[in-house]
């Protein structure tokens, strides 16, 4: 067993686990309480005076694939979220599989998703690493949500807040201005990853595309409207552009992801319109300040106004004052 200041790590649970299945997902102290090889992965995996703030251990689900299109293997997981990043465990419970752990540091995640459909969650990490853009889902229980929002928020906390002059655009605490917030399931969302140094600058409802479609033509003259869309909400605060968005097929069970992009990871963001038809959509396109390819993102919204220019003239301006 690994010593740390004379003392023995000891791993009570190392020998439970065997499946992976379990109920819950729940939390320890210190790695060294985590389930099966979790424990031994990620308490090796530590470094020296590196500090743990969070962990998790999240038995495996069935599912591999959300309603959003985000998959992983089935797996039991370990997370582990220190002073600086996450530590991942992932046994796949499989002969000829072993065990695996992996590390994101904080400033190498561009972006990330939070999100639940009945009793499935996941949180799915975007990152750069060996210079490319790279992706770790871990799909979970959904009695375990509040754990990850948790760990989300640690890691947001690590975050540059940023600050603006203009008084047209008065940052808010998040409890007063999310009341404002007509969609209250998303609402909900949002507001369990806002962390307790975050200011909510502007919100506004839209409609998210996932894609155009091609229709039939009914009248001659006239380009159809073909496209899939669903509800969302964009939530700007003085740490991250957030985006709350439900799934694309109708139906009356709640299925809600969450986009969080933290604003210091933007180098710059720039507005395009899309015509299809009589459909003309806003592109929000982002470049981030990692050299890496595909370091961009594309958020295609349809709303009222020009909240979306407003937004990303509130961005352009908070990243030129900082």
Same mark, same amino acid.
């Given at each position: ?7 023995? =790590?000891?791993? !009570?649970? %190392?020998? &439970? ?6 109920? &819950?997902? *729940? ?10 090889? #979790? $424990? ?12 743990? +703030?969070?962990?998790i251990? $999240? ?22 979220v ?13 002969e000829?599989? !072993? !065990?695996?752990?992996?590390? =994101? ?5 561009? &972006?990330?998703?939070l999100?639940? $459909?009945? /009793?499935?969650? &996941? ?14 889902? @871990?799909? *979970? ?5 509040? #754990? *990850?929002?948790k ?12 600050? @603006? ?7 808010s605490?998040?409890?007063? *201005? ?7 399931v #998303? ?18 409802p839209?409609?998210? =595309? ?15 409207q ?14 991250? /552009? ?9 139906? @009356? ?6 986009l969080? @992009? ?28 990692? %050299? ?5 993102m594309?958020?295609?919204? /349809?709303?009222?106004? +020009? ?16």
């Amino acid at each position: 067993m690994r010593t740390m200041t004379g003392k023995k =790590i000891r791993y !009570p649970l %190392e020998q &439970w686990g065997a499946s992976g299945r379990g109920d &819950w997902v *729940f939390t320890v102290a210190h790695p060294s309480g985590l389930v099966g090889a #979790h $424990a031994r992965l990620i308490d090796r995996a530590l470094r020296d005076a590196e500090r743990v +703030d969070y962990c998790i251990y $999240a038995p495996r689900v069935t599912a591999t694939r959300t309603p959003f299109g985000l998959e992983a293997e089935e797996s039991s997981c370990g997370v582990c979220v220190t002073d600086h990043r996450f530590i991942i465990s992932r046994n796949l419970h499989r002969e000829g599989s !072993p !065990p695996t752990v992996s590390s =994101i540091d904080f400033n190498d995640i561009l &972006w990330c998703h939070l999100g639940s $459909a009945m /009793l499935l969650s &996941w949180l799915s990490l975007v990152y750069i690493q060996e210079g490319g853009v790279q992706r770790r889902t @871990i799909l *979970f229980g959904s009695n375990g949500k509040h #754990h *990850f929002e948790k760990a989300l928020r640690v890691y947001k906390k690590q975050c540059r807040s940023f600050g @603006i002059s203009d008084d047209t655009v008065c940052p808010s605490s998040p409890g007063r *201005f999310l009341h404002s917030v007509s969609n209250k399931v #998303h609402r909900n969302y949002l507001k369990t990853l806002i962390t307790s140094n975050e200011m909510c600058m502007l919100s506004f409802p839209a409609h998210y =595309i996932w894609g155009f479609t091609n229709a039939k033509r009914f009248m001659r003259g006239r380009e159809p409207q073909a496209y899939t869309a669903s509800k969302a909400t964009v939530l700007l605060t003085t740490k991250a /552009l957030l985006l709350a968005r439900d799934a694309a097929e109708e139906t @009356i069970r709640i299925r809600v992801d969450v986009l969080n @992009i933290s604003l210091d990871k933007i180098r710059s963001v720039d507005v395009e319109y899309v015509s299809h038809g009589e459909c003309r959509a806003e592109k929000i396109h982002i470049l981030f300040n990692r %050299e890496a390819k595909d370091a961009h993102m594309d958020i295609l919204l /349809l709303c009222s106004d +020009d909240a979306v220019m407003q937004c990303v003239n509130t961005i352009r301006q908070l990243r030129a004052e900082n």
